[in-house]
């Protein structure tokens, strides 16, 4: 990642052997199971049953090698008491800074459908470059309201 225009010392910061190692450690940050379920299959990557996470969140780790590179998909799972995957900025930035203090990649991939649907001529495997960034976070419309369940 480039450093902000005219940050010298962030610049000068350049550490060789940094540079030079080779990548053998990538993270895949995936929002929804069912969107990592094509790399898991291709991958043929194995659940981690006891998980490298604090005790209680509900994230999903798949490991495995692929030639010579350890590959780490993550999921946020799903709620436990909805049932419902747990996508978000929140949930998104949590599971990030966990993975990568546990796992230490040396690459991080965030990957999903990003808004991309078959209705807009995406298909899967097509990779998209943003040129504009929005933020933005929104509650998911649930049929039945979970606000119900949390007395709001």
Not at 16 to 30: A, C, D, G, V
Not at 39 to 62: A, C, I
Not at 118 to 137: N, R
Request: net charge negative; proline share 8%; with cysteine.
């Amino acid at each position: 990642m480039a450093p902000p225009h005219g940050d010298k010392a962030a610049a000068e910061f350049s550490d060789e052997s940094t540079q030079k190692r080779p990548i053998s450690n990538i993270l895949f940050i995936i929002a929804m199971q069912t969107e990592a379920s094509p790399l898991v299959n291709k991958f043929q990557l194995t659940e981690e049953p006891d998980s490298v996470f604090p005790k209680g969140v509900p994230w999903v780790r798949y490991y495995g090698k692929y030639k010579d590179l350890n590959i780490n998909i993550v999921c946020p799972g799903k709620d436990a008491t909805l049932g419902v995957d747990s996508v978000g900025t929140v949930s998104a930035s949590l599971l990030a800074y966990a993975s990568i203090q546990a796992l230490q990649p040396d690459l991080i991939i965030n990957a999903g459908t990003a808004g991309g649907f078959k209705a807009k001529g995406a298909s899967i495997g097509d990779v998209f470059l943003a040129s504009d960034v929005a933020f933005h976070d929104r509650r998911i419309p649930i049929p039945v309201s979970p606000c119900l369940l949390y007395h709001f």
